[in-house]
């Protein structure tokens, strides 16, 4: 299977975890994107408490987690943001 690379634009909690503001990850074809979200959570379990509550953004756009990603697509998590 081959795989696709993808751009993933961090913020918030997220970015403070990498401490960088973007990553270049490598999936699998035909990988949904929340699968992206997942591994960022595996790799930083701290960030399990957004699992539920993080958007998605492709190309500048909302999606629903089960959208399947292309290479070469840029992924946003969208953490929910606190007022104030």
């Known amino acids: 299977m081959s795989t696709i690379t ?5 913020f918030a909690a997220y970015q403070e975890a990498y401490g960088v ?3 270049l990850l490598e999936f699998p074809e035909s990988t949904p994107v929340a699968a992206v979200r997942d591994r960022l959570i595996a790799e930083h ?4 408490q957004l699992r539920d509550i993080t958007r998605f953004g492709v190309n500048l756009q909302f999606v629903e987690p089960e959208t399947i990603l292309n290479n070469g697509d840029e992924v946003v998590l969208i953490p929910p943001v606190s007022g104030g």
């Open 6 to 10: 993808i751009t993933v634009k961090l």
């Open 21 to 23: 503001p973007e990553l």
């Open 45 to 48: 379990p701290k960030l399990s």
